[in-house]
């Protein structure tokens, strides 16, 4: 294993185990989680059966989301298609997880959005009581949370110490066979070599000509 892909999965480890890296699916709009990596085609339509497909997803798990995308499909088709297409990717992402990762990351994205509306709430009251009362109620859902996010973590870090295990595996063989290994970099390099020898060989451009110089014209009278 190369110092940089030791380096590197020693900061993807710590960053799993801090506060700071913790992986995160934030509400509609947010750049963060599953879906973070997916680009989605603004003029580009779902077909029927990813339509159905996605329809169904939100039924099961996002009831009130669900409800908003019938109202959508009739007073406005283009947020009705741009709503199901963020979810269709959603979907396609945890899809590729393992069920219970991919339900984690469900609870996940529930348990964000609901305290994202909790702090809106406590940012726009001013009643100290009911302010207090809202702090309470970010303890179920951070907990929910939480629980979520531990999931996903020991997912990734299982993903992670499968690599390393790996990476372990390949330094034990180029130790036990370092001839062989040096030749491969002895290889690499002397293709480069010839690479650069024939990219020099390529003929040389022609030298710039000198810029002409302006002549009189035959009709032009020299100044007397």
């Known amino acids: 294993m190369s110092w940089r892909a030791a380096l590197t999965a020693t900061i993807l480890i710590a960053s799993l185990l801090s506060v700071a890296g913790e992986p995160s699916t934030r509400p509609a709009g947010a750049k963060k989680g599953p879906t973070a990596r997916v680009t989605v085609p603004s003029r580009w339509k779902l077909t029927e059966q990813q339509e159905r497909e996605t329809l169904a997803f939100l039924q099961e798990h996002f009831a009130d989301q669900y409800e908003s995308a019938l109202k959508l499909k009739d007073e406005n088709p283009k947020a009705y298609d741009s709503l199901l297409r963020s979810r269709w990717y959603f979907l396609q992402r945890v899809k590729g997880y393992p069920p219970h990762v991919g339900e984690a990351y ?38 929910r949370l939480f629980a979520a996010q531990q ?3 020991e997912h990734s870090l299982a993903k992670l110490e499968k690599r390393l295990k790996e990476y372990r595996t390949k330094l034990r063989e180029q130790a036990a066979d370092p001839d062989r290994f040096i030749k491969k970099i002895v290889d690499r390099w002397e293709k480069l070599a010839e690479a650069k020898k024939k990219h020099t060989q390529v003929a040389p451009r022609p030298a710039p000509q000198p810029a002409a110089t302006t002549q009189p014209s035959s009709t032009t009278q020299p100044a007397e």
């Not at 406590?122 to 859902?141: N, Q």
């Open 106 to 143: 469900v609870e996940q994205y529930k348990a964000n959005t609901e305290l994202y509306a909790i702090v809106r709430q406590i940012r726009e009251t001013k009643d100290p009581k009911a302010i207090e009362s809202l702090k309470k109620d970010l303890h179920e859902p951070a907990a």
């Open 151 to 153: 999931i996903i973590r």
